[in-house]
């Protein structure tokens, strides 16, 4: 689905992602963990395409495409979906109107006609159901005046609604409640496929008792710099980052 | 609304002829530059005007000898000269051409990205086509329909001829000779215009729109239009052309009176697309236009527009609340690019008791573009309990333009109530990231978020012309964040 391969990205010349390794196939789910500033949000920015960073080496296919050399929004419509960890508002923009626009850009892309009006509605139906997000909030501008969870709920109706091949979720954890991380959680479950997969960025392993990793990977200093599976997280959970750090520390 | 998208609107728009309008002829006789008394004799004499309507004429024009171009208002250009303009030819001096293909290709994409149908865009540009007959016979069967209910909708000159009492009424009685510069200079020379009047208690069962006949005879330089809705009536009235207006005639002075009375309301829209200019800021129309309504007791006026065409844009649509308990709304949405400039807002004068105003304006500059807002809020001492609210909001697209509020209230009752709320905002290269990243092009995404923006405006123009104005808008805005 995704691989990436000794990429180095960098902000106004400091460099963020020094090397980074990846590689993440269909139907499976990756969670990556790290401590603050470790290059987390870096990497789901520089993939969705942020033109802020710089890629100074390395590459990245996506499904048998450079995805460096795709615009952030034929990178979208080539089926790659980030979950905002600060989902953004839109002022008078409706949620649905907001979609159904992304939905058919995306179907042009394919060369599909666009979805008509009735169908359209019954997927809105379809996808708040699944994800528990109140129906109410389809009509209402983009994010706007939403809590912090039905933000995050959001992210994934949109999620749902798009269907993309690969979704990363960035820290969609943070700021949710039992409850709503509950709920969020069942979402992303429920669209688990055995052709899709994700990547769950996350700070806590919390969200991985109800999204179950396959793999789970340490990013520290712009590197994944260990790899294991569910107990990873467990362990990093009981420890802390400093072992790693020290581990790391060591190497060097 | 939800299942029903602008892309569908506009589908049906493309397929969908205008459907209203009339043929006036097009006069083509020029007469020398210039502008002193004999050339207004001429003027009356060319349109065989009564005797009254030509000292109406002399007298604007001494009182205009006397005055000075205005110059409070925050933009810079080039004075117009104004001896050296012809005051009397074809009212539009809109180009023709010999066939579709000499057509500026740049001016049919602008079409067609508006959605207008093939047959309407060569009549808009001026293409000569077989489609006068049809326009007729549709002209016809809405004038009947309009006369069945005794409402008048006809050309300023018509109206002159055929209803003189109405015009000598109600003409410069809202907006008077000795008003401004501009509205004296067009008392004297106007050429033509519209005419409109709804009698008790009709409401117009249609929106009236001189979209259709300003595109087949043109527009003047110095346009008159008057509307009066009598006691209890109703008229929603749309003036402009989304379509691109390529006109020779720099400077445009327009005046337009709106008298609402007892219990009328009227409800005035305009899109305004002009030649703003190249992208050097060379060119473009001056639009210079005194727009003000009075409204009786428990009256209504509303102005909506959206604005993004001229160069230099002077033009305030304002309401007179003489009657008690009569209501004022302004709507606007103005959009500046390059090198454009726009001095725009309303005036609400509460003069009755219980009188109420909104003010929502919108301004949107992009490139080097410069925006303001200039708004008069004025409670007189005996408009006991008035009320006005305003929000001015702007939105700038690149570093480089700017914009300005510009809001005088002046209050002489203590028992009014007023609010003023701005905001200034750049549009946000997060927003526009987080709709890419679902998909959409950067162009759509301009789009989607500046009509989000304007949308209490929007919402406030009939169904077809506030699809083809979100589309202006796109286009106006095209490529232009930075």
Not at chain 2, 55 to 70: C, V
Not at chain 2, 414 to 436: N, P, V
Request: glycine residues 8%; contains cysteine.
């Amino acid at each position: 689905m995704i691989k990436i391969n000794n990429l180095h990205a960098s902000i106004e010349e400091k460099e963020i992602l020094k090397g980074l390794n990846l590689t993440v196939n269909a139907g499976e789910v990756h969670a990556i963990m790290g401590p603050n500033g470790a290059g987390k949000s870096t990497l789901s920015s520089v993939l969705a395409g942020r033109e802020e960073y710089k890629i100074t080496d390395g590459s990245v296919e996506f499904d048998g495409k450079n995805l460096l050399e795709l615009s952030t929004e034929d990178r979208a419509r080539e089926g790659l979906f980030l979950a905002f960890q600060y989902p953004i508002e839109i002022p008078g923009v409706s949620n649905v109107n907001f979609l159904r626009t992304a939905l058919n850009e995306i179907r042009e892309y394919k060369g599909l006609d666009a979805i008509s009006a009735k169908d359209f509605m019954a997927l809105v139906r379809q996808k708040t159901a699944l994800v528990g997000l109140d129906s109410k909030l389809a009509t209402r501008s983009v994010n706007e005046g939403f809590s912090g969870g039905e933000k995050k709920r959001n992210e994934i109706f949109q999620m749902a609604m798009l269907e993309p091949k690969l979704a990363i979720l960035d820290e969609t954890d943070s700021g949710l409640d039992i409850d709503a991380l509950r709920i969020v959680s069942d979402g992303v479950n429920s669209l688990k496929s055995k052709d899709n997969a994700i990547i769950v960025i996350t700070h806590y392993q919390r969200l991985l008792d109800y999204i179950i990793p396959d793999y789970v990977h340490v990013l520290f200093d712009g590197k994944i710099v260990k790899s294991g599976q569910k107990d990873l997280a467990l362990k990093l959970e009981e420890h802390g980052y400093d072992w790693i750090k020290e581990e790391f520390a060591t190497r060097k | 609304m939800a299942n029903y998208t602008e892309n569908e609107l506009a589908k049906d728009l493309q397929n969908q002829e205008y459907k209203y309008g009339f043929v006036s002829d097009i006069e083509s006789d020029k007469i020398p530059i210039g502008l002193n008394e004999d050339i207004i004799r001429l003027i009356s004499a060319k349109k065989n005007e009564p005797e009254w309507l030509l000292e109406y004429r002399l007298k604007a024009f001494q009182i205009w000898s006397s005055m000075k171009e205005p110059s409070w208002a925050h933009v810079n250009y080039e004075i117009p000269k104004y001896q050296e303009i012809t005051y009397y030819s074809a009212p539009k001096q809109s180009k023709k051409y010999d066939s579709w293909d000499d057509v500026d290709p740049e001016m049919k994409e602008t079409m067609k990205k508006l959605g207008i149908s093939l047959e309407e865009q060569k009549r808009l540009t001026g293409v000569a086509v077989d489609f006068v007959m049809d326009s007729v016979s549709v002209a016809t069967s809405f004038k009947e329909k309009l006369g069945e209910l005794g409402i008048i909708f006809c050309s300023f000159s018509d109206a002159v001829r055929e209803h003189p009492d109405l015009v000598k009424k109600y003409m410069g009685s809202v907006i008077p000779t000795t008003d401004n510069f501009y509205a004296a200079l067009n008392s004297a020379v106007f050429t033509d215009g519209s005419f409109c009047y709804i009698p008790k208690g009709v409401r117009c069962p249609m929106e009236l729109s001189t979209y259709f006949r300003i595109n087949e005879g043109g527009t003047g330089q110095f346009e008159r239009t008057l509307v009066i809705a009598d006691e209890g009536s109703y008229v929603s009235y749309l003036e402009g052309c989304t379509a691109p207006q390529r006109d020779e005639n720099q400077l445009h002075a327009a005046v337009v009176e709106l008298v609402a009375l007892e219990k009328a309301e009227i409800k005035y829209s305009t899109v305004q697309n002009w030649y703003p200019g190249d992208k050097e800021g060379k060119g473009g129309v001056y639009n210079f236009v005194t727009k003000r309504g009075i409204c009786e007791r428990d009256a209504k006026i509303s102005w909506t527009q959206v604005e993004t065409g001229s160069a230099v844009t002077w033009k305030y649509p304002s309401c007179i609340l003489k009657g008690d308990n009569s209501i004022g709304e302004f709507y606007s949405v103005a959009v500046t690019n390059n090198y454009q400039q726009a001095d725009t807002g309303t005036k609400m004068i509460h003069l009755g008791k219980n009188t109420k105003s909104t003010i929502i304006s919108k301004g949107i500059s992009a490139g080097k573009s410069q925006n303001s807002y200039r708004g008069l809020v004025q409670i007189h001492k005996n408009a006991h309990n008035a009320r006005n609210f305003s929000q001015c909001d702007s939105l700038l697209m690149t570093n480089q333009c700017g914009a300005n509020t510009f809001p005088y209230i002046e209050c002489k009752n203590s028992s009014a109530k007023i609010e003023h709320e701005a905001t200034t905002s750049k549009i946000g290269e997060d927003q526009l990231f987080y709709c890419m990243q679902r998909g959409i092009s950067e162009e759509k995404a301009i789009s989607l978020i500046v009509n989000g923006y304007c949308k209490e405006v929007l919402n406030q123009l009939p169904m077809e012309f506030a699809v083809e104005a979100q589309k202006l808008l796109a286009i106006s805005l095209e490529g232009s964040v930075g």
